[in-house]
């Protein structure tokens, strides 16, 4: 968070937020928005449904805020704030509290897309942060989609300068072969993964760490993947809703856009690493 802060220093920005059903979490939001230092001359857009308007309006009004906040009220606001990034009516877009399913399917039909890939930067409670995928249940399923989704990954960390050690994770120990069809597959792609890597970058260090995600952490590995979606959203929950840790937002790889994902039930931390993250990236397309 270091690297992104010090990036979005100083940089007008219009940043789109939205935020759905939950009104805890659209408080939070507004929380974290009053909390927000005006140095980066922030501009925040919060995309809001019909039925939610008047109560965050009236929170609005009544507090002081360090930054401008314009409020779009629509229908349908994961397809209002996603069709005003396709418009560069705004710079970039974080997904809030908005309907994870909701949101998915109008990126895919605004952006022409058919798979998203997200990497989330996350904090252990000792203070160690690390990029981490999948967080998605439906995410990272067969060998050639980890590939894809690693290589996203890599030109990510290219992008923002930061030389990657990757850890690759698998459902057992490689002494569990033989106790479970599903363990020995996970060990098999996991081994094919890293030889793969190894193979195309010299430079690139990169560790089969079995099941062992304290070994990843202890070797100080910058870019961690699960054995799969499922396993990875039970990580990211089990750290940051139970372990003491903290989620600073989530990255969509592969877009021409702006787009950082956040838990509909993250706190205000996230929030704001979301909106550094999204300000950084749009200093380093700019």
Not at 157 to 170: Q, R, T
Request: hydrophobic share 40%; proline share 1%; aromatic share 10%.
């Amino acid at each position: 968070m270091e690297y992104f802060s010090s990036k979005a220093l100083n940089r007008k920005t219009k940043i789109g937020i939205g935020l759905g059903k939950s009104r805890d979490q659209n408080l939070k939001i507004i929380s974290a928005l009053k909390n927000f230092q005006n140095e980066h001359e922030t501009i925040i857009y919060l995309f809001i449904g019909n039925e939610e308007f008047n109560e965050i309006s009236q929170n609005i009004e009544r507090d002081q805020f360090k930054t401008i906040v314009h409020l779009i009220k629509s229908d349908i606001p994961e397809y209002e704030m996603l069709k005003h990034l396709k418009e560069d009516l705004i710079d970039a877009a974080i997904r809030g509290s908005l309907n994870s399913n909701k949101f998915l399917d109008n990126m895919k039909n605004l952006f022409k897309i058919t798979k998203l890939n997200r990497l989330a930067l996350l904090e252990t409670f000792n203070g160690y942060q690390f990029f981490f995928a999948p967080v998605g249940i439906d995410e990272y399923r067969d060998y050639q989609s980890k590939i894809d989704f690693i290589e996203s990954a890599l030109k990510f960390f290219d992008f923002i300068g930061i030389h990657p050690k990757i850890s690759v994770l698998s459902g057992g120990r490689k002494d569990d072969r033989g106790r479970d069809d599903i363990v020995d597959k996970t060990l098999e792609i996991s081994e094919r993964i890293v030889a793969f890597f190894k193979n195309k970058y010299s430079t690139i260090q990169v560790f089969n760490d079995e099941i062992l995600i304290e070994k990843a952490i202890e070797n100080k590995s910058n870019l961690i993947f699960a054995p799969d979606g499922i396993s990875g959203n039970l990580i990211y929950r089990t750290l940051v809703h139970l372990g003491g840790g903290k989620a600073h937002g989530a990255v969509y790889l592969g877009l021409e856009k702006i787009v950082i994902d956040t838990s509909r039930v993250g706190n205000v931390s996230e929030i704001k690493g979301a909106i550094k993250i999204a300000i950084s990236l749009f200093s380093n397309h700019n």
